[in-house]
């Protein structure tokens, strides 16, 4: 049981390339989450998904696009980073019942130059 | 104004000390209110939580929250060097998409 796994961990892209981060479940979670983590600014909500083939708008959508095709895979895109961009992205999953308990993956650190 | 407001620390303790993490948040209509603890270069994992006010205790560590005044606090008892993390306070509406609004975050090192 891997639980919450993310794919690439490190990643450095120069400013208007595009790239995916990968979120993999399998704890047959509905929902899943994909946040940013910045200094000072805590955990932010970029993009969520209730459900598989469905995905809502977050804190700070802007620059991103998601989908949930699986159920146990949530995709976060970047089609043009930029250096406002570079942070840590923790992919989360949890059951809709639990209002409390998501389930954090280990973390993505971009860097975009 | 954030929804939830932390201070940042750093909180340096001797090891044995009692801890005091706090937060404040604004929206009256959250419902749940939660503890994760992050470990450097890890994902955040769940700690404690309580459902609306009042206390909760797991060990040596206790979540109080206070709905009258919309504060949230931890308590560490006997604290431990592997206790140095960032403790991050949560809180959510307890709506049908169990967003969690997260404080910044406060990072503590536990002195030997």
């Known amino acids: 049981n891997a639980g919450v796994t993310q794919t690439p961990k490190f990643r450095v892209l120069k400013t208007g390339q595009s790239m995916t981060l990968l979120c993999a479940q399998d704890?047959?979670?509905?929902?899943m989450y994909w946040y940013r983590q910045d200094p000072g600014m805590g955990l932010r909500l970029i993009h969520y998904?209730?459900?598989?083939?469905?995905?809502a708008k977050g804190e700070v959508p802007d620059g991103y696009n998601v989908s949930r095709l699986k159920k146990q895979n949530f995709l976060l895109g970047l089609e043009s980073a930029a250096p406002s961009q570079t942070s840590v992205y923790f992919c989360?999953?949890?059951?809709?019942?639990?209002?409390?308990?998501?389930?954090f993956g280990p973390g993505t650190r971009l860097l975009v130059l | 104004q954030k929804e939830v407001e932390q201070d940042p620390g750093p909180l340096s303790v001797p090891e044995g000390a009692i801890v005091s993490l706090n937060c404040t948040y604004s929206?009256?209509?959250?419902?749940?209110f939660m503890w994760y603890r992050q470990y450097s270069r890890k994902g955040p994992e769940l700690l404690m939580y309580?459902?609306?006010?009042g206390n909760k205790e797991d060990g040596r560590f206790t979540a109080q929250v206070d709905k009258s005044s919309k504060y949230i606090s931890l308590f560490i008892r006997d604290s431990q060097p592997s206790d140095s993390a960032t403790y991050l306070c949560?809180?959510?509406?307890?709506?049908?998409?169990?967003?969690?609004?997260f404080g910044t975050g406060t990072l503590l090192a536990v002195q030997p």
């Open positions: 929206n009256s209509a959250f419902q749940y």
């Open positions: 998904s209730v459900g598989e083939g469905t995905t």
């Open positions: 989360a999953s949890s059951y809709p019942h639990t209002k409390e308990t998501q389930y």
């Open positions: 949560a809180s959510n509406y307890g709506g049908a998409t169990n967003k969690l609004i």
């Open positions: 309580t459902y609306s006010s």
């Open positions: 704890m047959n979670h509905e929902y």
